[in-house]
């Protein structure tokens, strides 16, 4: 029996590097989950292969900041001159609907939701040591040293964040991490403060 | 990785009546679990078949009373002329040996614990419906009428305190229910405020 029958804005945050995508996408790869990934809309081009309504909702910058401005978006950042963000109707309409939301963002923006939804769940993703955030942004790829150090040090920033959130979980291995979320979203359903309406109806009816 | 490494204290209560005592056996027989169930300390004389420090921790009044006295019991309460109660010592040493600590006990009783021990998990075994409660009150034996009244009365009165509560869990199965509680407690561990103090130790090492 369940006392909640909304669904949960499941928050998954954390340092860049940390593994947030990969980690996503193993929850998403779990049997029997009832998740829904919000899809992202960006000002950015389409690039090949990519699809509307799947990788982004792609939009002009105008309609993006006319959003803003009516208060629909429900976090944005702009990174390296485009506009990438969570529309707030489609998240809210899902969870009306007894789904749960998953969002996967950046710190800054998890900081929006927070104040907007204080009601999500705020997992902050860790990674297992600095060393292993430090080589994760390493192995990327052939960027500088100094882009690398600078990353990091943002990423060390972060990680100062994580007394915000509701939850930490160390991702030194992706399922284990995303086993440990799936327990969290079923346990947060019975939490007083999701159940108390439900269970105030059932002292009611009789 | 575990970041927490200390066991968590279970609250197990709810209404006269509920099934709080079936729910805490399925709950010890659920495969792999490491729980520990806390043996109370009572007055009250050994019965046959019972066995000291399983069923109870069998003392005189006036050593219960000296507990008291010395601040040993975790919570304690008074039922028809004799003395039943948690003791602190035992419960402490589990939970730093990183066991899980589980009490079934009376609303009166979790809410000493509350004051006690803050972190501990309050969960609350509510009723599917208060048809059902009373139906399991009146179903215990050959009790009058208004003996069952009285108690359905007090149940409803110890309803109301389920907001005080940190989860709340129907008892519409036992086996759904003990698995609920099973799930809450694994997540309870990747909790913030459990996993804060080994995060930071994360960060100091390197």
Redesign the interface.
Known sequence: ?K?DDKGILVVLSGPSGVGKGTIRKALFEMEGHDLIYSVSMTTRKMRLGEVEGKDYFFVSREEFEEKIKNGEMLEYAEFVGNYYGTPLKYVKEQLNEGHEVVLEIEIQGATQVKSKMPHAVF??I?P????ALHDRLTSRGTESEELIQKRFDKALNE??M??M??????N?DVHNAAE?IM??I???H???ER??HG?EK??E??
């Open positions: 029996m006392l997992i902050f860790a297992p040591s600095l060393k990680m100062h994580a007394y959130y509701d939850y930490i979980v160390v030194d440990k327990t969290i079923k346990a947060e019975a939490r007083t159940t108390i269970y059932l002292l009816v009789e």
